[in-house]
């Protein structure tokens, strides 16, 4: 019979732990939540200091009866959630619950391995009444904008619709970005680049590349076709020779530990995980995975965290490591000059607990790949990496400069030396961007082996991706490491915003939503208010803050926003035809949103009802052979895209990237479109077939910001 009971949130935790602590020990989870704020009702007592109303949440009441049933006679109760704000919330519900008063009941640890699990377990403190109150304080005000704001919404613009005090900002920024888009006029220039080799160079070495920069000492803007001709064949004729070359040393510090921001943006960029599978994956390495005979074990630490602080404990392993692996030359610190400490960026960083980082280097990821999934691996991998180079020294580089004369016209070509390749031994994340040029000397004379022209246009700012709207919502001090999924995650349900490849472009729902929001509203629904608000909920939590003044101060002008916004003008939406014709009726159809996407409806509502999907073509015939079938845009029921044959479910083809026109010259099926940072490539929609081309020219797309 188990003496002690530990309630944590997850069951994945319970199993880790229950391998950990034995038999003494009866582990129970909550699976999240047991009480809330009432669903029908605003559940918040205005007239009495805005107590909040909490209720059970149905779902749970089988889960609370259990807790309470196994909580009887046992010796002690350890609250065991996650070691944020969210789950003192929860540590101290349950405490509500089971009525366990004020004793030290309160375990965290921010990595699931024995040694710390067991410390935690010999120093348990009590529940921190100052992030209870820092996450009530959150939810209450999120309930207030939601649930005050939302039926205005109703009144004004059309049913089903919602506002909230993070999100509606996420759509703010988006649907500005995309005026900026919209508005941005484009420019045509050209550039001509000289393909240059040393005299006496061997064929089979590549020519290196310079720029033309200036004429006459007067930098050079080429804005036609013409002029570029021009200029070409006056640049043909002229001796090329390096007039000045300047070498530089310089010190590449390793970038810190991973963030949870950090993380959503680098796995984005390098493993095409969008935020929630992220911080999916990222949730089972924390919780533990079973290391064969070595038992189960968290890989890595707490993955919500906008710390850079990492243990002693953990410095001096990945010491030792280094040393092991790669030699002590390459040990830190970094480069004296730049020092870069563990430290917080600013005052708005919240140092509960560590950054994300491995629980043991010595767990390398190869070493245990047989135990991990393929994106367990991927991302373990990239943790592991960032973690011990963190630990490194910086790498030397040598940049080099080099100007070229060709009678007046000057080039210009830059390049890096690497000296010392420090912690880019172990993560380097310009891969791809270290341009090597040949060593040259001042007066040496160059051969031209080609001079190319090439048309170029001015692009406008790019959309927002979901790692880009992270980075943005994270440098404006807007939302925390646990609301970056649940905000992209509600503006695409709620159809205020679309992904279009990859990128978040607003519907005219989200528009309107927007234009409304920000004409009553702009007071909450801005970057600045958000900011500082979202610091006052730090100070709750690391000062004590009190928070019934700060939901005062917020509430006395919102209400004020509230009665204005009442008298507003109902909003009417511009009905969107279709093409199609109702066959009950012969009225058109209009395209309406829904809540798993667009659909059609007839313009004779209510008199008729009738409504039938709505079909995108994208103007390719289905590949399969013996189908007549047309390709169409489709959305699963998360509302990711894809395209499938019209011909559903006689016919099973579908891709999740966008057909083309355009038959794959190596085994005839048809090509889909493929977008990445550096442009456009064609790929072959038959998974057998490995025929791949890249256009990055004909369809240039901008960097993310």
């Known amino acids: 019979m188990p003496k002690y009971l530990v309630i944590v949130e997850s069951p994945t935790k319970e199993k880790t732990l229950k391998k950990i602590l034995g038999e003494d020990y009866l582990i129970k989870s909550t699976k999240g939540h047991l009480r809330d704020l009432p669903k029908t009702a605003l559940g918040i007592d205005l007239k009495n200091n805005f107590q909040p109303k909490y209720v059970i949440i149905p779902k749970q009441r089988r889960t609370i009866q259990e807790l309470e049933r196994v909580s009887q006679k046992k010796e002690k109760i350890f609250l065991a959630t996650d070691p944020d704000r969210e789950g003192e919330a929860i540590a101290w519900h349950v405490a509500q619950i089971l009525k366990m008063g004020e004793d030290k009941n309160r375990v965290s640890f921010n990595e699931i391995t024995e040694r710390a699990v067991r410390q935690a377990m010999e120093n348990p403190r009590e529940i921190d009444s100052n992030m209870v109150n820092s996450q009530k304080a959150r939810r209450l005000l999120d309930r207030l904008v939601g649930y005050k704001i939302s039926p205005v919404l109703w009144k004004k613009i059309g049913k089903k619709l919602s506002a909230g005090r993070v999100q509606s900002v996420a759509l703010r920024l ?48 080429i804005k036609e076709e013409k002029e570029a001709s021009r200029l070409s064949e006056e640049i043909r004729g002229q001796n090329f020779y390096v007039k000045k070359v300047e070498k530089k040393k310089e010190f590449k510090n390793p970038p810190p530990p991973f963030t949870t921001s950090t993380l959503q943006q680098e796995a984005y960029n390098r493993l095409n995980f969008s935020i929630k599978k992220t911080m999916m994956v990222a949730q089972q390495l924390y919780e533990g995975i079973t290391l064969g005979e070595k038992g189960s074990t968290g890989l890595i630490t707490y993955m919500r965290t906008d710390s850079l602080r990492v243990s002693e404990e953990i410095k001096e392993e990945a010491k030792k490591y280094i040393e092991e692996n790669f030699g002590k030359e390459l040990v830190g610190p970094f480069n004296p000059s730049s020092q870069s400490k563990d430290k917080t960026k600013d005052k708005k960083i919240q140092d509960a607990h560590e950054a994300i980082r491995p629980t043991s280097v010595f767990n390398h990821p190869e070493t245990i790949k047989e135990f991990l999934n393929n994106d367990q691996y991927k991302l373990y991998r990239l943790i592991w990496e960032r973690f011990l180079a963190s630990r490194m020294k910086a790498a030397c580089l040598e940049k080099i400069k080099v100007e070229i004369e060709a009678g007046k016209y000057i080039f210009k070509s830059s390049g890096v030396k690497i000296l010392f390749k420090g912690f ?61 999924v649940p905000i992209i995650d509600t503006i695409l349900r709620r159809l205020y915003v679309e992904k279009v490849d990859k990128k978040f472009v607003p519907t005219e729902l989200g528009v309107i939503v927007n234009s409304f929001l920000v004409k009553y509203f ?114 699963t029921k998360r509302g990711r ?11 099973s083809f579908m891709t999740w990237n966008e057909p083309v026109n355009q038959k794959c010259p190596s085994c005839g099926s048809i090509l889909t479109k493929n977008h990445r940072k550096k442009g456009v490539y064609y790929k072959c929609s038959n998974p057998k077939c490995s025929y791949k081309e890249f256009f990055p020219q004909e369809y240039k797309i901008g960097v993310d910001s």
Not at 186 to 203: F, P, S, T
Not at 447 to 468: G, H, I, M, W
Not at 587 to 606: E, Q, V, W
């Open 522 to 635: 702009s007071s909450i629904i801005n970057i600045r208010f958000t900011s500082q608000m979202e610091a006052q909920l730090d100070e709750i939590e690391s000062q004590g803050k009190d928070w019934v003044e700060i939901l005062k101060d917020f509430y006395i002008p919102f209400s004020k926003s509230l009665e204005e916004a009442e008298t507003a003008m109902k909003y009417e939406v511009a009905p969107q035809h279709s093409k199609e014709v109702c066959e009950k009726c012969g009225r058109p159809m209009l395209i309406k949103n829904g809540r798993f996407g667009k659909f059609l409806a007839c313009s004779g509502f209510p008199e008729c009802q009738n409504t039938k999907p709505f079909i995108k073509k994208v103007g390719v015939k289905c590949p399969e052979i013996g189908c007549t079938g047309e390709i169409i845009e489709k959305r």
């Open 424 to 484: 880019m031994v172990v993560y380097n994340q310009d891969k791809n961007q270290l341009n090597i040029l040949p060593p040259l000397q001042e007066g040496e004379k160059l051969k031209l082996v080609d001079l190319k022209t090439e048309q170029l246009f001015t692009n406008p700012p790019p959309r927002y991706t979901e790692a880009s709207l992270v980075k943005t919502l994270e440098r404006q001090g807007i939302g925390r490491p646990s609301t970056y």
């Open 641 to 651: 895209i894809f395209y499938g044959c019209s011909n559903y479910p006689h016919c």
């Open 174 to 221: 988006i649907c500005e970005r995309e005026e900026e888009i919209k508005n941005f006029v484009q420019e045509e220039y050209w550039l001509i680049k000289a393909l240059l080799r040393k005299i006496g160079e061997q064929e089979e070495v590549p020519p290196f590349e310079a720029k033309l920069y200036s004429f006459d000492s007067k930098k050079i803007k």
